[in-house]
T-cell receptor
């Protein structure tokens, strides 16, 4: 079956520090990969996505590259802000076949950015 | 409405009671999903509705859980004879078509259920 493993938190960084949150996956087919973010008191929001190998998703200064050879989709940001404090979820969905509408999530990584 | 709306936002119930959680998806979205977010467990898929097709109920954890979607819009998730392990955040989401077609899925803020 499909699975997503992401680094456990919590992660605490100072403002303007470099962020990496590791994510690796196991899938039977060729999935699409996603990062979702959950800000305090809000619902999950799509942050970025990549649908095929070597694609780079980017949004709000965050980037992640779909690496098929290492089955990874690590999230990076060069300079974090206090407003980036949230829980980040890596997820995948199969591009075809039964259950392709399902998202399989990692357990989430809580990021706290201090001034 | 502008987004996926869920109610109640918080519910505390006694063990053994039944609860109903409601989801109002984004207008025009044909696909509707329920997920459960338990402490330390991440998000689990529960059920998926797409248009008039039979729902995929494969993620429902037991026969105490059921869901329906009336008129292709509002959905209700029902948990009968609640147990303490049912305590979680129940998230509803919707999309215009399936995410396997590249559509973005939009989540509600969730219903926090506590069984005491």
């Amino acid at each position: 079956g499909n699975s997503v493993t992401q680094m456990e938190g919590p992660v605490t960084l100072s403002e303007e520090a470099f962020l990496t949150i590791n994510c690796t996956y196991t899938a039977t087919g060729y999935p699409s990969l996603f990062w979702y973010v959950q800000y305090p008191g809000e619902g999950l929001q799509l942050l970025l996505k990549a649908t095929k190998a070597d694609d780079k998703g980017s949004n709000k200064g965050f980037e992640a590259t779909y690496r098929k050879e290492t089955t990874s989709f690590h999230l990076e940001k060069g300079s974090v802000q206090v407003s980036d404090s949230a829980v980040y979820f890596c997820a995948l969905s199969e591009n075809s076949g039964a259950g392709s509408y399902q998202l399989t999530f990692g357990k989430g990584t809580k990021l706290s950015v201090i001034p | 409405g502008a987004g996926v709306s869920q109610s109640p936002s918080n519910k505390v119930t006694e063990k053994g009671k039944d609860v109903e959680l409601r989801c109002d998806p984004i207008s025009g979205h044909t696909a509707l999903y329920w997920y459960r977010q338990s402490l330390g467990q991440g998000l689990e898929f529960l059920i998926y509705f797409q248009g008039n097709s039979a729902p995929d109920k494969s993620g429902l954890p037991s026969d105490r859980f059921s869901a329906e979607r009336t008129g292709g819009s509002v959905s209700t998730l029902t948990i009968q004879r609640t147990q303490q392990e049912d305590s979680a955040v129940y998230l509803c989401a919707s999309s215009f078509g399936g995410i396997n077609s590249g559509n973005t899925i939009y989540f509600g803020e969730g219903s926090w259920l506590t069984v005491v």
